[in-house]
Nanobody, 125 residues
Framework: QVQLVESGGGLVQPGGSLRLSCAAS????????IGWFRQAPGKERQGVSC????????YYPDSVKGRITISRDKAKNTVYLQMSRLKPEDTADYYC??????????????????WGKGTQVTVSS
């Protein structure tokens, strides 16, 4: 059974940091790319970062470059999203998703086959 389980969300003050985790199981981790998406209330889902598990190549949209780092631990089948200098506009539900054929550069959510249930991040003072 394929599972992606996010954790690490919570309430953080502006300027603070959080590390989200995405634990994967039930599929061959190395064959996939894992992306992080976020969706704020009333807004469309947005790609935040993506990593190719096999070679570690990463992708970041310009909106988050410099504040977000994605990494993976192949031994633990886990992908991490380290977020720093958080802003209130980073408040959203954060989801990880897996794609075997999709492109990290495009981060087309419809090409990601498996999704986690999400973890909530709230940036507020």
């Amino acid at each position: 059974q394929v599972q992606l389980v996010e954790s690490g969300g919570g309430l953080v003050q502006p300027g603070g940091s959080l590390r989200l985790s995405c634990a994967a199981s039930g599929f061959t981790f190395d064959y996939y790319s894992i992306g992080w998406f976020r969706q704020a209330p009333g807004k469309e889902r947005q790609g935040v970062s993506c990593i190719s598990i096999s070679d570690g190549r990463t992708y970041y949209p310009d909106s988050v470059k410099g504040r977000i780092t994605i990494s993976r631990d192949k031994a633990k089948n886990t992908v991490y999203l380290q977020m720093s200098r958080l802003k209130p506009e980073d408040t959203a539900d954060y989801y990880c998703a897996a794609t075997i054929m999709g492109s990290c550069e495009e981060m087309n959510q419809y090409e990601f086959e498996y999704w986690g249930k999400g973890t909530q991040v709230t940036v507020s003072s």
